[in-house]
């Protein structure tokens, strides 16, 4: 089994400073961005951004999960959730309908596994399935991202995955699901088409992955 790469590059948090001009080339991208003081800060941000009885998908993070943000918008009843109401449904039966319904949610909430200093989002995943709404399936996205998570370039990115992020996904998923991970898919979004259709929430402090 392979172990996570924890050099200072992938662990330690980016400074105030560095994050700043990371917002600020997300911005030139079209990309919505904010510097925020942590976890605490991003709930109530995120909590701001949606609105009241939307179709929200969150995506598989442990960004999400230790900041709260997952449970805030799956088990509050202030929106549709998305997966909890999946996950409820029959695979067997009900797969086409699970498919539609996480590729088109109003909102998306999730992370990425890296953000290069030139503005450029990198995200991966095993099965695709919150991809799809990164990529213009949803109406509006937010991304929270730790503070460690800023990379030089995208080298330095895709290092990050498979050097770091996937060896820490693979025992998590062992444990709840007895099998690996993969870095099936891996999604770069260099720039929004549309302005402000992609919140980015980098947090001054390092979580999850």
Do not use: W
């Not at 510097?35 to 969150?58: C, D, F, K, M, N």
């Not at 709840?176 to 999604?187: K, M």
């Amino acid at each position: 089994m392979s172990t996570p790469v924890t050099t200072p590059l992938f662990t330690d948090p980016a400074s105030t400073a560095q994050l700043e001009r990371v917002a600020a080339a997300l911005r030139g991208k079209n990309f919505a961005a904010e510097v925020l003081e942590g976890a605490a800060a991003a709930r109530v941000r995120v909590e701001e951004l949606i609105p009241p009885g939307a179709s929200v998908l969150t995506g598989a993070s442990e960004t999400l999960r230790l900041s709260g943000i997952d449970a805030d918008i799956n088990e509050s009843g202030r929106y549709d959730a998305i997966r909890p109401r999946g996950m409820a449904m029959d695979r067997a039966t009900q797969m086409d309908e699970i498919r539609r319904m996480i590729a088109s949610p109003d909102v998306i909430v999730g992370s990425v596994a890296a953000v290069t200093e030139a503005g450029s989002l990198v995200a991966v995943s095993a099965t695709g399935s919150q991809l799809t709404g990164y990529v213009g399936g949803s109406a509006q996205v937010v991304l929270i991202v730790g503070a460690q998570k800023i990379v030089p370039d995208l080298e330095t990115a895709l290092r990050r995955i498979e050097e770091h992020c996937l060896p820490l996904e693979s025992e998590r998923t062992r444990q709840a699901y007895g099998q690996p991970s993969a870095a099936n898919r891996v999604l770069i979004l260099n720039g929004e088409l549309h302005p402000g259709r992609c919140t980015v929430l980098l947090l001054d402090e390092a979580i999850g992955f």
